[in-house]
């Protein structure tokens, strides 16, 4: 059975020397606990602080130790009561073909209600977090203007399709590539989108923005926090999601330099995490689900094949070569 561990820890730009895939003894559940092979696994931007010592909201990876994060498996032995080898489970314990889970951690997924890797993403925890950001942080309005950085990633395009959904006056999105940008113009409904590696993100967004925008969902920083507290309209939110521009710094990125405006716009700026807002869950799922089934909401995963191609998945993810939910596929 094989796992990936950490053995240094990355400075920068994660590189292939940082870790090791290694060969274990399949391990044995014990009084409690559940077998589970791995079907899919979750690689996601947070991974990357849980690669560094500080300390974060989530422990760090311990050095020479297994990484871990979603995943998605068939229970193959049970010493636990309530779940039977058969059973499909969403568990903390990826990057590994075999993972041992505490039952009361195994969340018991219907294979017959979604496909399975669905529950790592457009169902799942990327999920959830576009949902409670826009709707509960941002207190997205009917007839809101919105505008959303990676927004044809896994967050990022399910929160310009919600907005849309739930009546946005304007749904503006950014993205890294030509291609992507068509794909939220064309596919996803944005009506307006722009690559940021076309020019400076403050002057594409006032193009694409030119009334301004209510909110702003951030999961990128830098460049485009600040041009978007640039174009807040007064009364204007931004929910601050992610920095992925910034995760490989090795110095903090300086902050926007515009901040006065959130002043004058009366602006608010609120960070959140996913993990607070389990609340929403059920309501996400009833929403979600039927716009998923009416074809209103669409999603697409970029599936990467192999235990030994999950490093590769998720340097990836932060390189930008993702479209929706990077997923591994054992
Ligand atoms: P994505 O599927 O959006 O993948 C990450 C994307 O980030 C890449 O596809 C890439 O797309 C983009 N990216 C990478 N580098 C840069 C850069 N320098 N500038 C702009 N874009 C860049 O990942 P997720 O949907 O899983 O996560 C999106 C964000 O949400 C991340 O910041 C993540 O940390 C955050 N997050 C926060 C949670 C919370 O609880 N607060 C929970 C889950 C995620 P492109 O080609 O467009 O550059």
Known sequence: SRVWHLISRPVGRPVPEDFALVEEELPQPDEGQVLVRNEYLS?????????????????????????????VGEVVASRAEGIEPGDHVLHSSGWREYAVVDAPRAVKLDPDAAPLSASLGVLGMTGLTAYAGLLRIAAFKEGDSVFVSGAAGAVGSQ????????????????????????????????????NYRNGPVRKQLRAAAPDGIDVYFDNVGGEHLEAAVGSLNRGGRIALCGMISGYDNTEPAPGPRNLGRLVQTRGRMEGFLVTDHHDLRPRFLEEAGAWIRSGELKYRETVVEGIENTLEAFLGVLRGDNIGKMIVKL
Do not use: N, W
């Not at 690689?43 to 995943?71: Q, T």
């Not at 959904?165 to 307006?192: M, N, P, Q, T």
């Open 159 to 194: 929160v310009g399709q919600i907005a849309r959904l739930k009546g946005a006056s304007r749904v503006i999105g950014s993205a890294g590539s030509d291609d992507k940008v068509r794909l939220l113009l064309e596919e996803y409904g944005f009506d307006a989108a722009f």
């Open 43 to 71: 690689v996601d931007p947070y991974m990357r602080g849980r690669m560094s010592a500080a300390r974060s909201y989530a422990a760090p990876y311990e050095l020479g130790g297994p990484m871990a994060g979603g995943a």
